[in-house]
């Protein structure tokens, strides 16, 4: 990018603060091209997608789909004896591995010669870094890559509340639980409580799940959800979480009677990490949520102070945010032209029971900006659920442009969505049409199939 006039000597080219996916890509790949690097982090490398995110999550969605699967086999000759789910054996392999997985980052930063500090930093200077042991130094470029943390909203109680944070080491399940949100992380962690045989309870402040997803699949979810068990109150806020004497708390929600509930979740959001870093004394500027602003190539208003990841609160997923490192390291250090990440046509998924995956627009927002589309739509029982005699049915959904065919959106709910919406989405983003579609041959018989014999 702009070459740097600055001819100050500095202990280090770049100084990280926080050692997550963003960071940890940014650190590694700056150091790749030759940049001298130190890389603050005071929890566990790795972050929240690797320490108490999306890593430890799907091997709990894992550990509980074996519950259908074991239900499901019967009717596939399989006699099984006796059954019985141990939480804390799961618990604590998935807590193995993800020590493993940190000590697998560690060693990739080591490898690189990066110098890790394992405690909080915070910018005192406008190049220098105040660490928590009280040492000093100094960088060319510093990068905040602090992530973000579960938002607890204000209700009299809500300390007694835990988040998905402390959701990896229950000592116990709870027989009964109830989860604040309509999100990702409520309805993964309702899907994953459910399965493992707890009575959940999702508790929504508005009249719909997962808002950004396109309604069909949303409809579905909740359809099956609730056939599965999971109860939901819309339109439903907290008044008080109070200690009850028995154990467990009572909880009183707006417009009903005082309950008992052994846990409550809070799963309404996340806030990015900007608190006590030194931004202001920086002059960083900071958004209404507290998130960084930083322009394309991830650069605050300051000229040497960058800010990748969930910190920004651009598009708060671990893919995006290893983009974002990435894309900030060869911008910086890199022999290359300056990179800047498209945020563009970015493929999610939800992993609840059965998981939702999306690329491109929902039906409603192709109709507002494009005005003429046309939907095809697939609403089909999957074989294995057919002979499992499993009452849900998939669904699969593409919105093309009416003009041309170009298709802007597919979306789905299936066994396995996730995996076929990662291959569909190169086609949506490489701006393939339906006609594209339809002159590929199937693969028979699979789920994925359906999307090329829509008509
Ligand atoms: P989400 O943004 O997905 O959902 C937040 C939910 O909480 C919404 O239903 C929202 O309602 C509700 N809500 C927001 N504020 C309040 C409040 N003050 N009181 C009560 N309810 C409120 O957040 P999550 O916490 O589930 O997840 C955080 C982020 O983490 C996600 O946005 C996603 O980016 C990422 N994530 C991604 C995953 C994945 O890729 N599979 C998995 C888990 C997390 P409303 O709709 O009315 O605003």
Sequence with gaps: ???????????????????????????????????????????????????????????????????????????????????????????????????RLEGAYTETLENHDVTIFKERAEITGPHEITLASGKTVTARHILIATGARPHMPECQGADHAISSNEAFHLDELPKKIIIAGGGYIANEFAGIFNEFGCDVHIVNRGDRLLRHYDEAVRDRLLQISTMKGIKFRFNTTFEYIKPCDEGGYFVKLSDCEEERADLVMFAVGRLPNTEGLGLENAGVELGDKGEVKVDRFSKTNIDHIYAVGDVTDRVQLTPVAIREGQAFADTLFGKGDPVAVDHGCIPSAVFSHPPIAAVGMTEGEAKNKL?????????????????????????????????????????????????????AAIAVKAGLTKADFDATVAIHPTMAEEMVLMR
């Excluded at 603060?17 to 690097?37: D, F, N």
């Excluded at 396995?416 to 919406?421: I, S």
């Design 371 to 423: 005005g003429s589309v046309k939907v095809y739509l697939s609403d089909f029982r999957p074989m294995k659920n057919v002979l499992a005699g499993r009452n849900e049915r998939s669904l699969i959904k593409m919105i093309c442009d009416g003009e041309n065919g170009k298709i802007v959106g597919i979306h789905m709910i299936a066994p396995d969505a996730p995996e076929m919406m990662q291959a």
């Design 1 to 99: 990018m702009a070459a740097n006039s600055d001819t100050t000597e500095y202990d280090y080219d770049l100084f990280t603060i926080g050692g997550g996916s963003g960071g940890v890509r940014a650190s590694r790949v700056s150091a790749a091209h030759g940049a001298k690097v130190a890389l603050a982090e005071e929890h566990r490398v790795g972050g929240t997608c690797v320490i108490r995110g999306c890593v430890p999550k799907k091997m709990l969605v894992y550990g509980a789909h074996f519950a259908e699967d074991l239900e499901d086999c019967q009717k596939f000759g399989w006699e099984i004896g006796e059954r019985k789910f141990d939480w804390k054996v799961l618990r604590d392999n998935v807590l193995a591995d993800v020590d």
